[in-house]
């Protein structure tokens, strides 16, 4: 990730919770957000339920600022539901306002417009 953003690259590491050494290491994603990377979630992990670890993982980082992305891994809507509405009223409604509309609206905006978050 350090040589990408150093050629002038703007990396999103897709579906964060998906690795163990930034789940079981705090410090790994404190590193990669402070060199400049961008983090994504799944939206069915979002809504994944409570008793699920990885769930109160992502909800703990929506709340606490570190995610820049929601998206889905969903290959069509028959197998893997695109849970995209759940999550994006999830974050609205717990996440402050601010934080929320960064998420769902100004980063992927920026990125789509070729802007630099």
Same mark, same amino acid.
């Given at each position: #990730? /350090? %040589?990408? @953003? *150093? ?7 897709? *579906?964060?919770?998906?690795? !163990? ?6 410090? %790994? ?5 402070? =060199? ?5 979630? %799944? ?7 409570? =008793? $699920?670890?990885?769930? $109160? ?9 570190? @995610? !820049?992305?929601?998206?889905? !891994? ?5 197998? /893997?539901?695109?849970?995209? $509405? ?6 609205? *409604? *717990?996440? $402050?306002?601010?934080?929320? #509309? ?14 630099? @978050?």
């Amino acid at each position: #990730m /350090r %040589n990408l @953003i *150093h050629s002038g690259y703007l990396p999103i590491l897709a *579906h964060i919770e998906r690795y !163990d050494c930034l789940i079981k290491e705090q410090k %790994n994603l404190e590193e990669l957000k402070e =060199l400049g990377c961008c983090l994504q979630v %799944n939206a069915d992990t979002v809504m994944g339920g409570l =008793l $699920r670890k990885r769930t $109160r993982f992502v909800r703990r980082l929506l709340k606490e600022g570190a @995610i !820049d992305f929601l998206s889905t !891994d969903a290959h069509g809507s028959v197998h /893997r539901k695109p849970e995209l $509405r759940e999550a994006s009223e999830w974050v609205v *409604h *717990h996440c $402050r306002i601010s934080r929320a #509309m960064r998420i769902l609206l100004k980063n992927p905006r920026a990125i789509w417009e070729n802007y630099i @978050i």
